[in-house]
Nanobody, 123 residues
Framework: QVQLVESGGGLVQAGDSLRLSCTASGRTFSGNVMGWFRQAPGKEREFVAAIRWSGITTYYADSVKGRFTISRDNAKNTVYLQMNSLKQEDTAVYYC????????????????WGQGTQVTVSS
């Protein structure tokens, strides 16, 4: 089994930055895709960003392109989400996920999920 633990969430003002981290432990599995998703109150969980094992291929939702950057350190089993120029609409619980999805943006194709970390952006 694989456990994912997110950290780095918090309360910030619009325009500020935050960096989320997600560390995997337990059964190691290489070659995976790791992604970030978010869920705002009353809304469905949505794709934010994903990164393939190589660290070279990345994917972003249109709403975060140019503001968020996903990266990974395979030696530390950790994926990061650098979030800049945060907006109120970025307020949500952010979840880390891992698996071998054919489509990195498809939620149901991820096998492992973290518990989430709250990000709140005030005006």
């Amino acid at each position: 089994q694989v456990q994912l633990v997110e950290s780095g969430g918090g309360l910030v003002q619009a325009g500020d930055s935050l960096r989320l981290s997600c560390t995997a432990s337990g059964r190691t599995f290489s070659g995976n895709v790791m992604g970030w998703f978010r869920q705002a109150p009353g809304k469905e969980r949505e794709f934010v960003a994903a990164i393939r094992w190589s660290g070279i291929t990345t994917y972003y939702a249109d709403s975060v392109k140019g503001r968020f950057t996903i990266s990974r350190d395979n030696a530390k089993n950790t994926v990061y989400l650098q979030m800049n120029s945060l907006k109120q609409e970025d307020t949500a619980v952010y979840y880390c996920a891992a698996g071998y999805p054919r489509n990195a943006q498809t939620i149901r194709e991820y096998v492992y999920w973290g518990q989430g970390t709250q990000v709140t952006v005030s005006s």
